[in-house]
Every structure is written in structure tokens, then in C-alpha cells.
């Protein structure tokens, strides 16, 4: 599914968070989001499953604007959307097994087996097995994130959305999160957004790269585009230097 | 610094501003989870857990509130009885407190302080650790999967726990009353039948019911919209039993107004 954000403006009182974002998201590639904290990537991903509505702009998702769909309406879209929280989001109050049930048991009319075949088909595909009965907080931080992960895909979803899926993790478990995401956007073509921070990871799995900086995209392209790039934004961001025009925010 | 006089209007129409804006929330809150019990998917095992929580775990603390305000009210009562000669009417003055006032206020404060908080507590801990923005992305409506059946639950369920506490309060009173006081117990039955009619008990159980939408209604949005992490959750639950317990003696006051 490609995804067209066009113009896309959103303030919160008079702390104006997007200041006209265009960026297209390709069809069956990951494009990553870069940038520093508070620079609008978790705004903009709300904008795109509509949990926030923008002031301005629009989001062309199959030829349909989403900023103009109803609450009701956009059940449909969501859908077609997995979403991996940055804390991964499982119901606490639920097993592994149930939650990566959950959205199957919602939305599809499947008995309870033929669900536990899907979840373990699910779980196999993050890599885990025989965990189904465990809840939540007896999980790492990396195995909290392949069960959100496999929540996430249970229902197909043609985009997934990766909110910060290394951050948090030690870096050898980042590696394999990383595969994750390239190896399930290979198994089932999905379209893959993911916002992150990590550099060496952001250049590993992304088909292209978009920089925000200060609501706005100062750079998109393919990670070659990056390497070359003598943009001081972009380079003191990749080079992660404390100097420059990038400022931490006091 | 300069004393500015119309500081104190500011103050006043700020803290007034954000008092109405929290009893708009709460009441479309209220609206909102309502109307969403009459629309498809139906959830029966979500209402059968909350009413087991907020019903059938709640049982033991009313018997015991329940046994021991009956008792303390014969008690007290007979002292005041007893100057001028009327016993008998120990029975029927606690029954009749009992089924109009004390039975649905003491459930309702005590069924706050156990299950309002716990509902700010697990919504506000959801919501701060997402898990009400997953319900959301997985195009399930939060309010009708977690406040529609904590409401309904909550508005059956009170008026049950009250009867519980209605009844446990009679048979305390009566224990009191005929094992350690002396009076005759056919007597103090008899008299409270008597004198207690059926509206009593009926117009206790609407305030009963009531105050599980106080209770369910404000626990749910001081959780739902929770902000910054453990320091906020800790506030929602606190304010909630705050809220709830004060609502519920201002409407008993209005009810009993209108009711009675």
C-alpha cells in the first residue's frame, strides 16, 4: 500500500509540531523515519493510523484522503495496519497465546483452534515457540517486542508500523530485531514504516530514509543518499556529534 | 511583586473552567460508553469478569461494613430509645436508615475505595504504557471494550452488593438487639416489616445503582485519560476515590431530595 503524505501540518497550542510534511511511502519497501526526540516522527505515525487529526494536508492511502474518514470509517483502514509500539504494548492482563489471539478473535470468525494454529504459525515467524502460556512480565525486552511483533502481523496487514523497535535493547538482540523486520517485510511483502534512532540499523534495513527536522523533511533517499549527503543537518545527526546545527532542546 | 486584585478572578474562573471541563468529560464519558452497550460486537465474558470483580469480590468487605454498622446502630440507638420506653422501634429505625440511606452510601464508599481506584489504576496503566492506542490500531473501540462493561457492571452490580448490605445490617441489629439488649425478637420483627415499606428498600437500590455509574464512570475516565507514566497513574486513582466519594454523598442528597 502506498502511502502519500502531502503537506501535512499539526500545532498543539502554540507548539507547532509538523510544519508541512510531504513524503511518499513506497509500496512494499521500508522507509525509515530518522531524526532528534521531539521532531514529529510519533506525531506523524499517529497522523497516519489517525490517532491524531492534522490542521492541515492531507494522507492519500489507496486514493482515499484518511484525514477525512470518520472514526467509524477508519476501522476499515486500520485493518490493513500492524502496529509495534516502542514498549511493545501487550495486555498485561493476557497470555502471550491470547494476545497474539486477540485481533483474530476479534476480527476473523476462526475457532479456537484453527486460531492457536495461527498463532503458533505467528510466533514461529518472530522466531519463538512454546512461550504461549507465559504472561507478559515473565518476558525480555526483545522477546516482549517479537510477541508484539507477532500480534502485529496476526491479521496480514498490508503496512507495519515500527515505533522505535531497537531502542531499549542491547545491541546484538538490536541486530536480530533488525533482521526480524527485513525477514517479515521479505516473507510477506509488506510496506514497513519504521521510526528509530539507530543509525548502523536505520542504513541495514531501509529501502529509503526520510530526516525530520523541526517538522519538516529535510532529506529523503536511499541510504547511499545519506552517505553522500553534505547536508550539516543530516551529517552532524549520522556522525551523532553534540556540535552543529542540530540542538538539544533545553 | 505587585498585588493585581483580578488575580484572584483568574485563579477562580481557571480552577471553575477546568471543573466544568472534567464534569463534561465524565458525563460524555458517561454518554459515550452507553450508547456503545447496544452496538455490535457484544462482549458477555468482559461484563460476567466485571461484574465477578466489582460484584461477587466485593461481597466480603460489605458483609463485614454491612454486620457492624447494623450492630453499632442498635447499639446506639437503644440508648436514645430506652430514656422513653421504646425499644421496639430499635428494629424499624435501623432497618429504615439501612434501606434508605446508610445501606447504598456505605456500599457505594466502600466499593470506591476497592474497585474505582483499581479502575483508574488499570486504565491509567494501560494508557500510559499504550496499550489503549493497541486497542485502538487494532480497530477495537477502547470505551466499548473497557468502560461500556465496567459501567453496566458496576450499575447492576451495586444495588445487589446493598440488598447484601441491607440484609447483613438487619441481622446484626437484630443480634444486638435480642441476644445483648433483651428485647424480644418475634417483636423486632414483626415491628420492622411493619414499618418498612417496600419503596424504602426500592429507592435505597436506585441510589444504589446510581453510584455504580458514579463509581465506574469517573474510576474509567480518571484512567482513560491518564497522562505521564507511574506518578499519574498514582493521581488518577487517588482522585478518582475522591470524586467518586464526594459525588456520591452530594447526589445522595439530591436523590433522597427528589425521592423521597
Known amino acids: ?250 | 511583586m505587585t498585588f493585581r486584585p483580578i488575580a484572584i478572578f483568574e485563579y477562580i474562573g481557571a480552577r471553575f473552567t477546568t471543573l466544568l471541563e472534567e464534569l463534561g468529560g465524565i458525563f460524555s464519558t458517561f454518554l459515550q460508553s452507553a450508547g456503545l452497550l447496544f452496538v455490535p460486537p457484544f462482549r458477555m465474558r468482559l461484563f460476567l469478569k466485571q461484574m465477578e470483580f466489582v460484584g461477587v469480590e466485593s461481597s466480603f468487605i460489605v458483609l463485614l461494613t454491612g454486620a457492624f454498622t447494623g450492630m453499632v446502630f442498635a447499639l446506639q440507638t437503644s440508648y436514645a430509645f430506652r430514656l422513653f420506653g421504646a425499644e421496639n422501634l430499635i428494629g424499624p429505625s435501623v432497618a429504615l436508615s439501612l434501606a434508605r440511606e446508610l445501606g447504598p452510601v456505605l456500599t457505594g464508599l466502600m466499593v470506591t475505595g476497592r474497585v474505582g481506584s483499581a479502575m483508574a489504576a488499570e486504565l491509567g496503566t494501560m494508557k500510559v504504557t499504550e496499550q489503549i492506542d493497541a486497542l485502538y490500531t487494532m480497530s477495537i473501540n477502547p470505551v466499548q471494550y473497557l468502560i461500556t462493561p465496567r459501567v453496566l457492571s458496576s450499575i447492576i452490580m451495586l444495588p445487589m452488593l446493598t440488598i447484601l448490605f441491607d440484609f447483613i445490617g438487619i441481622i446484626g441489629s437484630y443480634f444486638m438487639a435480642v441476644f445483648l439488649l433483651g428485647l424480644n425478637g418475634n417483636r423486632f420483627i414483626s415491628d420492622t416489616i411493619y414499618m418498612v415499606d417496600l419503596k424504602d428498600i426500592y429507592i435505597g437500590l436506585l441510589k444504589a445503582a446510581v453510584f455504580g455509574a458514579i463509581i465506574a464512570v469517573v474510576g474509567c475516565y480518571k484512567g482513560y485519560f491518564a497522562e505521564k507514566g507511574a506518578e499519574g497513574v498514582g493521581k488518577a486513582a487517588t482522585q478518582a476515590v475522591v470524586i467518586s466519594s464526594v459525588s456520591i454523598l452530594i447526589a445522595d442528597y439530591f436523590l433522597t431530595a427528589l425521592l423521597f
Open chain 1, 1 to 250: 500500500m502506498q502511502i502519500d503524505i502531502k503537506g501535512l501540518k499539526k500545532s498543539f497550542g502554540t507548539n507547532s509540531v509538523l510544519n508541512g510534511i510531504d513524503l511518499t511511502i513506497e509500496d512494499g519497501k521500508t522507509t525509515v523515519i530518522v531524526g532528534q526526540t521531539g521532531c514529529g516522527k510519533s506525531v506523524l505515525i499517529k497522523h497516519i493510523i489517525g490517532l491524531l487529526r492534522p490542521d492541515a494536508g492531507q494522507i492519500i492511502v489507496n486514493g482515499a484522503d484518511i484525514t477525512k474518514l470518520k472514526r467509524k470509517e477508519f476501522g476499515g483502514i486500520l485493518k490493513n495496519f500492524g502496529v509495534l509500539f516502542q514498549n511493545s504494548a501487550l495486555f498485561d492482563s493476557m497470555t502471550v497465546g491470547e494476545n497474539v489471539a486477540f485481533p483474530l478473535r476479534e476480527h476473523t470468525g476462526l475457532s479456537p483452534t484453527k486460531i492457536m494454529d495461527v498463532v503458533r504459525e505467528k510466533l514461529a515467524i518472530v522466531g519463538l515457540k512454546g512461550v504461549e502460556q507465559l504472561y507478559p512480565a515473565e518476558l525480555s525486552g526483545g522477546m516482549k517486542k517479537r510477541v508484539g511483533l507477532a500480534r502485529a502481523i496476526a491479521l496480514d496487514p498490508q503496512v507495519l508500523i515500527f515505533d522505535e523497535p531497537t531502542t531499549g535493547l542491547d545491541p546484538v538482540m538490536s541486530d536480530t530485531i533488525d533482521n526480524l523486520i527485513m525477514n517479515t517485510q521479505k516473507h510477506l511483502g509488506v510496506t514497513s514504516i519504521v521510526i528509530s534512532h539507530d543509525i548502523p540499523g536505520t542504513f541495514k534495513i531501509a529501502r529509503w530514509i526520510a530526516m525530520l527536522y523541526k517538522g519538516k523533511v529535510v532529506l529523503y533517499g536511499s541510504p547511499d543518499d545519506f552517505r553522500n549527503t553534505q547536508d550539516p543537518i543530516v551529517r552532524q545527526f549520522l556522525e551523532r556529534r553534540a556540535e552543529g546545527p542540530l540542538q538539544v532542546e533545553a
